[in-house]
């Protein structure tokens, strides 16, 4: 349960720099409709899809090979499938969502790419249903913070920002902020 | 009967300006002398196109029918005084735009005699139908500033309405022209009343009246002798006679947004249009007068007047003693809802139910606008719980769809926002542009939609036509084919293709136009 | 490393490419579905004059235009709106209308002088929408309404006798307007509030 | 007639404005800054008066670079408080390099570079704040001993030497500590918190030496806000209820593992300026009604977690900031209810 709780909170909340990739973002040409929830889904559950195969990938067939050197690709070729399959399946099932997402895939591989380094280094996982779990929290927290940024964004794009920062200049200026306050509660998780 | 039985409800938000009321009600209703020219705005509901009934040069009768609407949902418009008309012209009045509209100019005889005045009717064996006839044909608009036709609102009520309700709450600082009718006409307002329930059938009618009037209250009091009036009186706070917030006050009903008091079943009328109402009524009088506070740090004699409809400003205010080295500004209506004026040169409307001529302490200017601090002042105060704020955001970055999903169109305009707002922003000038973009922006769908309806159908048309041309020339060619055998096998082979594809054609477009064609065209 | 290692690194690598690879394959064969085909998404922003100032004979085949890359600042009657609502749907940026195909201004709609009309029906036959009521050697009028304000019946009309007629009075068309930053100059000072 | 441009109503006009709501804000630092003052000596005043300095030089500035009208934006005090709410959170012994680069990155980043008074996300003077904590622990962490906790506060001219710069004093670390709260994290575990109040000499009856009265001041310019209307009692009541409750959740009546009494986390560090001043800033909080009571409880269960979690001296800059991170979402999602409309 406190090892549940840890986890919880430091994916939630202390992967801050994952924020860094949020300028990206605001580089992106603004499209009508929340681009934000259709990347959060698509990163959870690709993420999700590839921490559970990774697992299974890492116990059943590279410990026992004694292939652990292959982790890094056989892990990337994982995730682009992830992405891909899953897109597929929205496309299938939420098409609107798929339609914004699709603007916006090369930033989901990276996000994926970036957030499973974590899990691969953190490998704390233990049993597939962890794997699985931890997958689940870091793309919530992710989704959290896009959705955080977003909402942040909006304010901003209102206002009288100076010139030479609109854009992507004040967007990572927040990020930077938002990683700021982060700190704060970075000191809780033991690392 | 009593007031101690019916129930007052809470609206949200609301605001506790100063009154500035005391000051035009130290005497009675004054009577203007006759003003030597009146200007009459004939202008129609939607600034529809007026249908004149006199011409320049003309004599017209006090009464006498000057304009109407080109439908029965116009306006009729009368003479208030006998007089020369000298010309028919469009001239400044008192509007938010102000863009000139279309005026009757008479310049009034001294010798003021017979008034043109309609049959009196027996209200009590009167059918509905004749009643909202009646009066249609006295004039009679909404007097406490919306100006709508009453006879069209009372259309849409018959037999659709439980609840009368009289607005008799004027809730803006300085006007007092319900408060004086009240005082003194409470007779002819109480009879208004019983108009209205004769017409409606509706079964009681609530007086929603501030509880800072108790002379109107007890005047009004004295007169409701029939056990289905009830005079209701409410705590003061703007703005609770605007018309949804005075339905809440006294029933408790939200009237769901988009829709009108009437499908709620309740019809609400203002004081003023009621003692019209009878008036019209009962002594067949059309709607030629209206009761107008003139009041103001810069008048010497304020007070509440009886003034002729297309009375210019300028003429009551010297009679009410302008005192023009301190006049800074002019606003017809109140503080909050009214409008600013920018001269005098303007006659009285249906509608100009005060006039205010300030000084530079009493309404100074505003100070310019300083960023919004988001202090939430205005959505405490906002009577239709709004986030003005974050209207103020999405109107000013013009993100329309936003604004609309933040419920602007639910905003009545009634100020209390920019009146607390601490930066001075104009919020409402903000929504009202923004509202007017929204409207501009459905109406542009509509159109668009409806245009590219209308152009599938006329493509479908022209194909069929085409189609239905080309197969009777065929059919002219096969006829004629006989005839001229001999005329070269390479025009004929080519007749052939040309026939097989336009058969083809006419049976594609036979196939794919049919239904709707059908439908759509008879012929 | 020994080289049945290798081996064996390379063939699982390549196994779980092969395996990686087909899914992917599967996955992209699906073909789109129930998605709004972008050209009549556009076209559901275009004001549906059918005009043609934009170059193409209707809106239609502007939006058929626009949806394979074309500019989308071609469109007069729509003006700023429909650029600003075609940026939006796009993702590309604003950009101001293009003076060459004409310019913004306000609604119009064809009012036929009828005395001079002489009911030679060409307009009936220019008009897209069947806005223009009549027939042959009676007088034409136009059906106020339906008129989406194109300008094509003006050309054919060979007494000149349409005119071009804004849509609403100034009273109609006017409303209240954003307020103007009123920005100060840097030596003004904010009337002092009392306290 | 005065000739000028027609105006859309309201003509009326309450008669408040933004400079108004500022200087009740200071009035109301008042008694907070004197018990400040009174405890701390006179580093407090240095932070107060170079800070106002420099925010307004600042704000001058980055006016006159963008081509801004400078007056008016100055006349609305709001650089002033955000300067004051710095100084009040800055220790006493801050030198005064510390005290500019504080004050930049609160009056420049934290609120210039978004456009200036309204647009900042973040709260100004938070930012400052917590810039310098991250960038500078060692002096940050650093507070005088109360007066009562030590024989003297340090004099006018040793007070003016830590401003100059504060390694240059002999004996320093004569007259600094860490703050009580502090210091009672790093003691947890060993004693009973009733043995803890009684023994250190840092701690007054509930809470910190001085602390308490402090806090009591700030309390009473809260209520202050509070009845002038200048504040709503949603941000900070929620703020301090949220605190007291998870403080007596945790409490563990008083045993060595407590994380502390909800009287001694109500009464210590900077609770009180934080929930009825630094919380409230209305631009970056939460401005729907239950958004402001969602948003105080966040606050002040994040105070809580990071006082009692974390490792930083107070959390409340934390707090505030991650709070402010949070408002425009709670804004969307707690939409009150419009008339006419179902919910």
């Known amino acids: ?191 | ?523 | 490393m020994t080289p049945d290692l290798l081996l064996t690194a390379t063939l699982v690598l390549l196994a779980l490419a092969l395996v990686c690879g087909s899914v992917i394959a599967i996955a992209s064969m699906r073909r789109p579905t129930g998605n709004i085909p972008l050209v009549d998404r556009i076209n559901h922003l275009l004001p549906q004059t059918q005009c043609g100032q934009c170059g193409h004979p209707g809106c239609k085949p502007y939006a058929v235009s626009i949806a394979a890359g074309g500019a989308i600042n071609k469109c007069p009657p729509g003006g700023k709106t429909t650029i600003a609502a075609l940026a939006g749907l796009l993702g590309v940026d604003t950009l101001p209308l293009d003076a060459s195909h004409g310019v913004e201004g306000i609604r119009k709609v064809a009012y036929i002088r009828e005395p001079e009309c002489i009911g030679c029906t060409k307009c009936i036959q220019a008009c897209p929408v069947d806005a223009i009521l009549g027939s042959a050697k009676h007088m034409h009028t136009v059906i106020m309404s339906e008129c989406t304000g194109c300008d094509l019946c003006v050309a054919p009309c060979p007494v000149d006798c349409i005119d071009m007629i804004p849509a609403q009075t100034p009273l109609q068309r006017w409303h209240w307007w954003q307020p103007h930053n009123q920005v100060l100059i840097a030596t003004d000072r904010l009337p002092r509030v009392r306290v | ?343």
């Open chain 4, 1 to 343: 007639m005065s000739a000028g441009p027609l105006t859309s109503s309201p003509h009326g006009h309450q008669g408040h404005s933004v400079r108004q709501l500022m200087l009740h804000v200071l009035l109301a630092c008042v008694p907070g800054t004197a018990a400040l003052v009174f405890f701390f000596g006179h580093g407090v005043l240095f932070n107060l008066v170079s800070l106002v300095l420099f925010a307004l030089l600042f704000e001058a500035l980055v006016l006159w670079i963008r081509q801004r009208p400078v007056l008016p934006a100055l006349h609305d005090l709001s650089a002033i408080v955000t300067a004051v709410l710095l100084a009040l959170a800055l220790p006493p012994t801050a030198p005064w390099w510390l005290c500019i680069i504080a004050i930049f990155f609160a009056v420049v980043i934290g609120k210039h570079l978004y456009g200036g008074l309204g647009y900042n996300p973040f709260n100004p003077a938070m930012v400052g704040y917590a810039a310098v904590l991250v960038a500078f622990p060692v002096q940050m962490t650093r507070w005088l001993l109360p007066q009562g906790a030590t024989t003297a506060l340090p004099g006018l001219g040793e007070a003016i030497t830590i401003f100059a710069d504060g390694e240059l004093l002999q004996g320093i670390d004569a007259f600094t500590g860490a703050t009580a709260l502090d210091s009672f994290r790093e003691q947890q575990g060993a004693q009973l918190v009733s043995e803890f109040l009684q023994a250190s000499p840092l701690m007054g009856q509930w809470s910190g030496l001085g602390w308490e009265w402090i806090n009591v001041g700030f309390l009473f310019g809260g209520l202050y806000l509070l009845y002038k209307r200048i504040i709503s009692w949603h941000i900070p009541a929620a703020v301090l209820l949220a605190l007291a409750v998870f403080a007596l959740l945790f409490h563990d009546s008083g045993s060595s593992a407590s994380h502390g009494s909800p009287l001694m986390h109500l009464f210590g560090g900077a609770t009180m300026i934080g929930a009825f001043f630094i919380a409230t800033d209305p631009v970056t909080a939460a401005t729907t009604k239950h958004g402001k009571l969602l948003y105080g409880a966040l606050i002040g269960l994040l105070i809580y977690v990071i006082r009692a979690f974390g490792s930083y001296p107070d959390g409340v800059a934390f707090a505030v900031l991650l709070g402010n991170i949070a408002a425009p979402l709670i804004d969307t999602f707690t939409r009150p209810r419009t008339v006419g409309h179902a919910k």
């Open chain 1, 1 to 191: 349960m406190n090892e549940i709780l840890v986890l919880l909170v430091g994916a939630t909340l202390v992967n801050y720099f994952v924020l860094t990739q949020l300028g990206r973002l605001a580089m992106l040409p603004r499209l009508s409709g929340k681009p934000e929830i259709a990347i959060g889904i698509t990163t959870g559950l690709a993420l999700t899809l590839s921490s559970a195969c990774a697992y299974l990938l890492y116990h059943y067939l590279l410990v026992p090979r004694d292939l652990v050197l292959l982790r890094t690709p056989a892990y990337m070729l994982l995730i682009v499938t992830a992405v891909v399959l899953v897109c597929a399946v929205m496309q299938q099932y939420a098409p609107q969502q798929y339609h914004l997402a699709t603007a916006f895939q090369p930033l989901v591989f990276i996000n994926c790419a970036v957030l499973s380094a974590t899990l691969i280094n953190d490998n704390r996982a233990d049993t597939l249903a962890d794997a699985v779990f931890s997958g689940l929290v870091i793309a919530a927290g992710f989704s959290l913070m896009l959705l955080l940024f977003s909402a942040m964004q909006e304010r901003v794009t209102v206002a009288d920002v100076p010139k030479p920062f609109r854009g992507a200049a004040i967007a990572l200026i927040t990020a930077g902020l938002m990683s700021l306050a982060l700190m704060g509660v970075a000191s809780l998780v033991p690392s």
């Open chain 2, 1 to 523: 009967m009593s007031s101690a039985s019916s129930p007052v409800y809470d609206f949200p938000g609301g605001i506790y300006p100063p009154e500035n009321k005391s000051k035009s009600l130290r005497g009675p209703i004054r009577t203007t002398a006759l003003p030597p020219q009146l200007w009459v705005a004939v202008t129609q509901p939607g600034f529809a196109m007026p249908l004149l009934c006199v011409q320049a040069g003309e004599h017209v009768d006090k009464g006498q029918l000057l304009a109407r609407g080109s439908d029965s949902a116009g306006l009729l418009v009368h003479a208030p005084a006998a007089g020369l008309i000298s010309s028919i012209t469009e001239h400044a009045i008192p509007n938010a735009s102000n863009l000139p509209e279309l005026c009757v100019v008479i310049d009034t005889d001294a010798a003021d005699s017979n008034w043109h005045k309609l049959l009196p009717l027996d209200w009590r064996d009167a059918a509905p139908d004749l009643l909202v006839e009646r009066i249609a044909a006295a004039g009679i608009c909404g007097l406490g500033g919306g100006g709508f036709p009453t006879h069209q609102k009372l259309h849409a009520a018959l037999q659709q309405v439980d609840t009368v309700i009289l607005n008799a709450a004027e809730c803006e600082p300085f006007i007092t022209a319900d408060e004086a009718l009240l005082r003194e006409h409470a007779a002819d307002v109480v009879t208004g009343c019983l108009i209205l329930l004769q017409i409606t059938g509706a079964n009681q009618c609530l007086i929603g009246i501030e509880d800072n009037k108790p002379a109107a209250i007890a005047a009004l009091r004295q007169h409701c002798t029939d056990g289905r009036l009830r005079v209701v009186i409410i705590p003061a706070r703007y703005p609770s006679g605007a018309e949804r917030q005075l339905i809440q006050t006294l029933t408790g009903k939200e009237i769901p947004s988009g829709s009108l008091p009437v499908h709620s079943g309740i019809l609400c009328h203002n004081a003023g249009t009621a003692r019209a109402i009878a008036r019209a009524v009962v002594y067949g009088e059309q709607l030629l007068s209206r009761i107008t506070t003139l009041t103001g740090a810069a008048l010497l004699e304020p007070g509440n007047v009886e003034v002729l409809i297309g009375t210019p400003v300028d003429f009551l205010l010297q009679q009410a003693g302008v005192d023009q080295q301190q006049l800074s500004r002019l606003f017809c209506g109140g503080p909050l809802m009214g409008i600013e004026l920018p001269h005098a040169q303007l006659p009285v409307t249906k509608t100009t139910n005060c006039i205010i001529a300030t000084t530079q302490r009493e309404l100074p200017r505003p100070p310019p606008m300083q960023a919004c601090i988001r202090c939430g002042l205005c959505a405490d105060v906002c009577p239709v719980q709004l986030l003005p704020q974050q209207l103020y955001w999405f109107a000013r970055s013009s993100e329309l769809e936003k604004a609309e999903a933040y419920h602007l169109h639910d905003c009545i305009e009634c100020g209390a926002c920019a009146y607390v707002c601490p930066s001075h922003i104009p919020l409402v000038q903000y929504y009202r542009s923004a509202k007017a973009d929204i409207r501009d922006a459905h109406a542009r769908q509509q159109r668009a939609d409806h245009a590219k309806q209308r152009f599938e159908v006329h493509q479908q048309r022209v194909a069929l036509e085409h189609a239905q041309e080309s197969r009777r020339r065929t059919e002219r060619a096969a006829l004629a084919q006989p005839a001229l055998p001999a005329a070269g096998n390479n025009t004929s082979a080519q007749d052939v293709v040309a026939a097989a594809l336009a058969r083809i054609q006419a049976k594609k477009a036979a196939q794919a136009s049919a239904p709707t064609v059908g439908k759509d065209e008879p012929a």
